[in-house]
């Protein structure tokens, strides 16, 4: 066992772990070739050309017509300001929580001082569309629903084209978090009437952090210019990003501050990589692949923490692990990374200690790292003494069922 161990520890290969943890994700070879590339400084006409069509590229992701901007900023921020950009201090939301990232979504909201309603779903488990419409019959004077597509913390992709109708119909404007669905899972902005939409780079897309797409509908615009909503911020008030547009954008500096030019490249690279494979193409290979590790965990005699395979994640799988490979959880993701070079992440939060998840997007989503990482697991959960299938078993329960779909 320690032949392996001492083998990666030498770095004989050479290699950086693989990223299987659920983003950031491998870099696309094209993403890594502009990071070595020509360095940008963050206005002039050229450069404000190459602006607009990273803008362009993004709203072909998420499939709208809305103006788009992209912040230079975490994902996070760009919740923030879709938060506060739809409902004043003192307003009432309402957030879907089924993990980690919802309910951050919900503490968000609370900090920028809206009132917020929750409704939940244990993890694993997605929130009833009749409990949405029951809350929102108890709440008619809520101004937005606020979700999470893809679930990052529990592997579950949540039906938010049926939340965002009953939100619509109750005359909500809606903040969804695409972080970990962006280029991986279908999104169309546009005809589900997502009136802010945050998407990220550095998880389906295969690219690096620091650019964070927003799309945002007239409507919220129009509000916000009208005063109807008064952000009490600067960055995230988009007041501030429509007047540097107006005044600024004939010196390509169509955004209120310095950003980081490189990670705009990045974007643009990994947005055109998906939309030259095709986004529904696209989608069906992470779909399929998901479907097929799904199989080669359970071959392992591994669960899933997702409850119903309906909603089980196409970018992230999270694994939940038996009692006896519980107490060794630590130990478990250590060894994948020591011994094998796949770096794989625990649970967070209330399945911290349960579970571990696998992201499988972008470049990941592929039998290249796929197997690879069924190969390890199924030696790393036998070595911590759990009865498990062999690995070819759970590779030929990975190939059934990618070639039966
Ligand atoms: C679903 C989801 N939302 C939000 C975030 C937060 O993104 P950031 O760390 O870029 O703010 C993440 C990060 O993993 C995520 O998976």
Request: charged share 20%.
């Amino acid at each position: 066992m320690n032949i392996t161990s001492n083998l990666v520890m030498s770095r004989y290969w050479l290699e950086d772990p693989i990223l299987m943890i659920p983003g950031p994700s491998e870099l696309h070879p094209r993403v890594k070739e502009v990071l070595n590339g020509r360095f940008y400084p963050h206005y002039g006409h050229e450069w404000g050309e190459i602006y607009s069509g990273i803008e362009e590229a993004v709203k072909k992701i998420f499939k709208t017509k809305n103006e788009t901007i992209i912040m230079p900023t975490p994902g996070s921020l760009g919740l923030e300001l879709g938060v506060v950009n739809v409902a004043n201090r003192g307003e009432k939301v309402v957030a879907l929580t089924n993990g980690f990232f919802g309910d951050r979504l919900a503490e968000i909201a609370s900090y920028c001082g809206t009132g917020v309603v929750t409704v939940s779903a244990p993890p694993g488990y997605v929130v009833s569309v009749e409990s949405l419409e029951e809350t929102l019959d108890k709440h008619p004077d809520a101004a937005a629903l606020l979700v999470v597509q893809n679930e990052s913390a529990t592997g579950v992709i949540n039906p938010i084209s049926q939340y965002l109708r009953v939100a619509k119909k109750h005359g909500l404007l809606t903040v969804v978090d695409a972080v970990s669905s962006f280029g991986g899972a279908e999104l169309d902005v546009d005809g589900w009437g997502v009136d802010v939409c945050v998407g990220y780079p550095n998880k389906c897309l295969s690219g690096i952090p620091g650019a964070a797409p927003v799309s945002i509908s007239s409507e919220v615009w129009e509000r916000v210019e009208k005063g109807i909503v008064s952000p009490f911020s600067w960055f995230t008030n988009l007041r501030v990003w429509r007047w540097y547009r107006a005044n600024w954008a004939s010196h390509g500096h169509p955004y209120p501050t310095t950003i980081n030019t490189y990670a705009y490249l990045a974007l643009r690279v990994a947005a055109e990589v998906a939309i030259e494979e095709g986004l529904e193409k696209r989608y069906e290979r992470h779909r399929r692949i998901a479907a097929a590790f799904r199989a080669a965990v359970k071959k392992m005699g591994l669960g899933l923490l997702s409850r119903n395979e309906a909603y089980a994640s196409p970018t992230i799988t999270a694994i939940e692990l038996p009692p006896q490979l519980r107490t060794h959880i630590e130990e478990l993701v250590r060894k994948m990374l020591t011994d094998y070079g796949i770096m794989i992440s625990r649970g967070i939060a209330a399945t911290e200690d349960t579970t571990i998840r696998i992201g499988h997007m972008g470049v990941t989503a592929s039998p290249r790292y796929l197997i690879p990482t069924i190969s390890a697991l199924t030696e790393t959960v036998r070595s911590l003494g759990y009865p498990t299938s062999s690995a070819g078993e759970a590779i030929d329960a990975f190939y059934e069922t990618l070639r039966s779909q």
